[in-house]
Nanobody, 126 residues
């Protein structure tokens, strides 16, 4: 069982930055693929970014590519999402997710993840 706790959300003006953190419990964090998803009111949950157990392999939604950066610190059991040049359309609840990483499994679909955090609100004002 893995427990995930997100933090770092808040209110920011357009063009600003936030860094989200997701702290994971358990001793096998380094074996997990980690993802960030977001859900705006009235919309489906959508993929934002993911990172495999190998830190060199990262994935991004086209809408955030070049603005957001996902990273992980296995020593701290934590995954981060650095969000720069924020836009009002980035407003959503952001969720962290985890799954045991297998090369044969994709990491961009919410259905592949086994564990989810409670979410943190990000609001970008215009």
């Amino acid at each position: 069982q893995v427990q995930l706790v997100e933090s770092g959300g808040g209110l920011v003006q357009a063009g600003g930055s936030l860094r989200l953190s997701c702290a994971a419990s358990g001793r096998t964090f380094s074996s997990y693929a980690m993802g960030w998803f977001r859900q705006a009111p009235g919309k489906e949950r959508e993929f934002v970014a993911a990172i495999r157990k190998s830190e060199a392999r990262t994935y991004y939604a086209n809408s955030v590519k070049g603005r957001f950066t996902i990273s992980r610190d296995n020593a701290k059991n934590t995954v981060y999402l650095q969000m720069n040049s924020l836009k009002p359309e980035d407003t959503a609840v952001y969720y962290c997710a985890a799954r045991y990483d297998r090369d044969s499994t994709g990491v961009t679909g919410p259905h592949v993840y086994d564990y989810w955090g409670q979410g943190t609100q990000v609001t970008v004002s215009s």
